[in-house]
C-alpha cells in the first residue's frame, strides 16, 4: 500500500475515534495523539502524520464554511483591531460562538436549537469533505502541479497573430497571442467527461474559460484563447480540470510558460516546445470557388474556402505505426467558440493522409486554425498548423 494511502487511512481511523469520543463540535488539538490499532498493535498517530493533519484540515475547513472566519474586537473598542485588520462597531463583540449572557447559566431554547442546528451542519459538512478525500485519494487523484505523468497528455501551444479592430478606414491591427491547449484522456476512457480549462497571467487580472468534453473516437479534447497585446514578460498558466462521470474521477493539473512576446513588430513568434512531432500538418492549401445555392430559378452566390490538408507521420516515427489508422482534421476560425469538425479518413501505407473540407462564406483574411489528430497504437496524436483565409 502506498505511504500517502496508509497515512490516510490511519488518519480517517484516528479522526473517526476522535468524534465518536469527543463529539463533532470539538476541533482536534494540534498537538494531539491518537492511539489506534494497527496490525494487532496499538500505535499513535502524531499530528505530523500526513493522514491524521489532512484531516484535521478537512475538519478545520469544514467548520470554517459553516461558521465563518474567528475575529473578534476585544473589549468592545470602537476603531481599528490592527492585529486582525478588522474594523470594530460601537459594541459590538463578534466571536464565531455564540456566549451566554454575563450572570446567566441557561442558554435558552432558541440558543440551544441554534448550536444543535450548527452541530449537524458541521457534522454533514466534516462527512462531505471525508467523503470527497477518500474519493480522490482512492481514484489516485493529485492536487494541480505540472507534473505530466497523470491521466491526461497535456499539449500547450502559442503564436502570434494580428486582430483587426473596428472597420475600414479606422481598422487598428491588435497583436494577439492565441494560445491552443489539446488534452488527451490516457489513462481513462473518454466517455461521459466534463472539462473545464481556463488561463492566468501573471500581474494580470485577466482570464479566460471554455468548456467541453473529450471526444469518444479520437479521445482529445482542444481548447483556444485569445490575449491580445499580451504584458511582456508575464507568465501564462493554463489550469484544466475533468470529470470521468461514469468512473468518479476528478482530475486538476496545468501547464505553465512564458506568455508569448506579441507586439505590432512582432506577430510570427511560435511556441510549440510542448507539443510532440508524433503527426505533423505538413501542408494546407486553399481553392476558391462560387456556388450557386438559390433555388426556383433565383440565384443565390456564395464564396467556398475548400480547404486541404496534408498530414504526415512524425519524423520519431515509423509509417507502419499509423497504416490504416484514423486521422481528423479540424479547423477554427475567431468567433468560434471549439473547433468544428472538419474531414477524416485513415493513413496510407505511408503514413500519409490528405483531408479536405469546406468553408461557406469565410471572413476574409481570418486566421484559419486547423488541428490534425492521428491515431497509432492507443494513442492519439495532434499536429497543428495555421493559414490565413484567402477566399
Known sequence: MPVATSAFQRGRAALTQWVEREGAERPVPRGHGQEIAVEGETKPVAP???????????QGYAKWLVNGPTWSCHGGRVGLDRARNRRCRTGRLCH??????????????????????????????????????IGLTAAGASPASADPGGPVAPDLDQHCAVQNSGSSPMTIAIPTDRITLNLESVGYAPANSTITAFYTISGSTRTGTATGAFDTARKNATFNFSVSNPPAGATLTVTYQIWWHDLGVYYSNFVS????????????????????DHVTVTGVSQRCETVDIGVGGRHAYVREDIVTVNVAHGSSSWPSWYAGRPVWADYW???????????????????????????????TGAELDVLASGQAGSRTFPAHSWATIAC
Open 257 to 276: 510558460a512564458p506568455l508569448a512576446p506579441c507586439t505590432r513588430d512582432n506577430t510570427t513568434y511560435v511556441d510549440a516546445s510542448t507539443w510532440d
Open 96 to 133: 464565531r460562538k455564540w456566549r451566554a449572557p454575563s450572570g446567566t447559566n441557561d442558554l435558552g431554547a432558541s440558543a440551544m436549537a441554534r448550536k444543535t442546528r450548527r452541530a449537524r451542519k458541521t457534522w454533514r459538512a466534516v462527512t462531505a469533505a471525508l467523503a470527497i478525500l
Open 333 to 363: 476560425i475567431v468567433g468560434q467558440k471549439t473547433y468544428t469538425p472538419g474531414a477524416s479518413g485513415v493513413f496510407d501505407s505511408d503514413g500519409k493522409a490528405t483531408l479536405s473540407f469546406v468553408i461557406i462564406a469565410p471572413t
Open 48 to 58: 505530523r502524520d500526513a493522514g491524521l493533519s489532512r484531516l484535521i484540515w478537512v
